[in-house]
């Protein structure tokens, strides 16, 4: 059952996990799990490890936010804005994606196996080391982007923008390609499929 903040439960929420990363008393992490956040403006917030298990935040503004190692598993993201955010190591797997803006974002080693990205905009965004398997990437804009050393096995590539991005050392086996822009992308080394 997804849980509604005002705006004061919110804030008291963001200043309790504030003080624990700075390890200072009354501090606590923040634990939005099941949260309906839809529209909420966060920002260059930063909160990393905070848990947004199955949250909603359809139409979010985090534009610039810290939400390394954070867990969005099964949350609702679509058409959020999380241009310039760092994702690394933050689980996304199985969470919708669909049309959200993650421009030049930092997603390095994130996982986003089973997640929803179709029509997403990565452009320039860092994807090295992620999990991508069984993706939807449909339509998606990863132009310029770094994907060097990620899995995409079995994802769903179809239609996709590449253009000129890195796939060095990507594990492409079983993606669907078909209609994808691949021009001037570096290829990897291990044969596609």
Do not use: C
């Amino acid at each position: 059952m997804d849980k509604t903040y005002t705006i004061d439960d919110l804030r008291d929420v963001l200043e309790k996990h504030h003080k624990w990363l700075l390890g200072e008393v009354g501090g606590d992490p923040a634990n939005l799990q099941d949260a309906n956040l839809r529209d909420v403006k966060l920002q260059n917030a930063n909160l990393k490890s905070a848990i947004f298990r199955s949250a909603n935040l359809q139409n979010a503004n985090l534009q610039g936010a810290n939400l390394q190692d954070v867990n969005f598993r099964d949350g609702n993201l679509q058409d959020a804005n999380l241009r310039e955010v760092n994702l690394q190591n933050a689980n996304l797997s199985d969470a919708n994606l669909r049309d959200v803006n993650l421009q030049e974002a930092n997603l390095r080693s994130v996982n986003l196996q089973n997640a929803n990205l179709q029509g997403a905009n990565l452009r320039g965004t860092n994807l090295q080391d992620a999990n991508l398997k069984n993706a939807n990437l449909r339509d998606a804009n990863l132009q310029n982007a770094n994907i060097q050393n990620a899995d995409l096995g079995h994802a769903n590539l179809q239609e996709a923008n590449l253009q000129d991005a890195n796939l060095q050392g990507a594990n492409l086996e079983g993606a669907n390609l078909q209609d994808a822009n691949l021009k001037d992308a570096t290829a990897p080394r291990a044969q596609n499929h």
